[in-house]
């Protein structure tokens, strides 16, 4: 057990602040983004590294660019600009179940690049709700008429269940003060048992599989979308800020260069999830799926319906969506056009500066416009009855500003570069690299499904930012102990933080959807089983294929220190 431990006291103090760190984040005994603020106390009292020091790597180009997308997404979802897009995008595929599916599906990964992945998955989740119960209520009516023409006399007794169960489906929306949102979803469903003869809520088992599936495809959806950018998820940034620091000399890892190589995969794995997960509750029909000129059901007419009658709620697109959607536009177009890779870039324009500009600027750039382009203006009246305006209001507020900035997050981020340092200060990170190097004589491969699985499992129990601030510090000296270029398991490893698909509390999004009262564990489990092979299998694909060719992984490349295997004391 004491080759086990650094025999060098600093080595030895800064794993005692590793450990505990860890274990206070994979048991939440305290708040994640308190347990963030440790290093900066242990750090200075073991000696490892000056306060100044660690309290500068709480705050690094990454928080810029979290403010700047923040003040993008507090806008897109002040002017609603979010529930257009998402409406839009459904109306196109139609109404067939399959396709409606896949059409949620596409709209919440794309919300998802942009906003944070939880509240995609909040706000499209009472949309899907109201065409799902929309749908069943269809399916009631529709067997209602054909009773009533069958017996030629009105089933009383039939309208007092549906009378019920839409009464009932009403109070769903209505919180229960004093109680949680699933114990009021077991109080209405145990009252609904009790008023209804066939003891369930859904008319028939096709129904309650249709809203579990709606269910899932939004919360993995919203996952798999965060994959797409950097700015998608809190997990993708916090990888690429940890390797530019790190290895300064690479400039390989920007915005363009992670969609190239994060959008494929997302796209595959968003197609075969769904296909998977329509199969898993409703089957798959190939044949009926893409069978051309059918007329429309009931269920299909009445979903397209309730759609149309939501985005008709939105009303004209208003100036402040416009503006909003070309302040978007622009912060992508910089972003992708900076250092494409392939051509020069605009940032090649300041060739006195090289690598001065980063992602930051352009989202600190369009950030701020947000505070300054007018959204209408503020009037009064004069004592004479005249109108006039004093003053502007803004697209956005500070104050509105506050409410969505994720400040855990920030500070979450802040204490894992901070441990980041101290592991290399202390020269734990060369001492965990050296007795990790015996990997070395496992294929590549091998190593790197290893790790993914590895990830995948932590991040089920654990938050997701937590997973892969601890991880980044262990797994990139791994890379260097066996001279392997550390993108080729940063990069998988990154990804699969975000497949935390089998438990509600895996991340919030599930928890979101699970709220709803139509899921079991045991049916997410079993989906999120098959997205995570999935994930996983096209994760390994993506590096063989197209990451392999976007970068030059079969070399170990000149940016990357070596380690040395000397002798540890």
Known sequence: ????????????ECAYTLFVVAIFWLTEALPLSVTALLPGLMFPLFGIMASKNVASAYFKDFHLLLIGVICLATSIEKWNLHKRIALRMVMMVGVNPAWLTLGFMSSTAFLSMWLSNTSTAAMVMPIVEAVAQQIISAEAEVEATQMTHFSGSTNHGLEIDEGVETNERKEKTIPVPGYSNDAGKISRKTELEKNSGTGTKYRTERDHMMCKLMCLCIAYSSTIGGLTTITGTSTNLIFAEHFNTRYP??????????????????????????????WLFLGFNFKEMFKCGKTKTAKQKACAEVIKQEYQKLGPMRYQEIVTLVLFTVMALLWFSRDPGFVSGWSALFPEYPGFATDSTVALLVGILFFLIPAKRLTKTTPTGEIVAFDYSPLITWKEFQSFMPWDIAILVGGGFALADGCEESGLSKWIGNKLSPLGSLPVWLIILISSLLVTSITEVASNPATITLLLPILSPLAEAIQVNPLYILIPSTLCTSFAFLLPVANPPNAIVFSYGHLKVIDMVKAGLGVNIVGVAVVMLGMSTWIGAIFDLSTYPSWAPTISNETMP
């Open 1 to 12: 057990m004491v080759l086990l431990l650094p025999s060098n006291l600093e080595e030895a």
């Open 249 to 278: 000399d690479c400039h390989c890892i920007n915005f363009g260069s992670w969609f190239m190589l994060s959008f494929p995969a997302a796209i595959i794995i968003l197609l075969l999830s769904w296909i998977w997960l329509h």
